[in-house]
């Protein structure tokens, strides 16, 4: 057993707080946010990251979020870029 009778005491408020919420916008392969409706991809709207709402689906892995993020991100700017190259040579 373990006696706890000599201080000092030290003390923290702590409360339960929100961590990680499962969901967020949904995206296609190239991070195109897809229109909650019609399911089709909103031009020039990307996402990445938690804000997807994650590629791990219902069972999210600890410790993924930067990698994730570095990832997914990649990916958005990557075809975000096309699409803008793409519009301005058509403007």
Do not use: F
Request: charged share 15%.
């Amino acid at each position: 057993a373990i006696v706890l009778d000599k201080g000092p005491w030290y003390a923290v408020r702590m409360w339960p707080k929100v961590h990680y919420c499962m969901g967020g916008v949904k995206v296609n392969t190239q991070s195109e946010v897809l229109h909650l409706v019609s399911n089709k991809a909103i031009p020039g709207l990307y996402a990445a990251g938690e804000a997807t709402g994650g590629i791990h689906g219902a069972s999210r892995l600890g410790a993924c979020a930067v990698a994730e993020g570095v990832v997914t991100g990649r990916n958005a700017g990557r075809n975000c870029a096309a699409a803008s190259a793409v519009t301005l040579k058509q403007v």
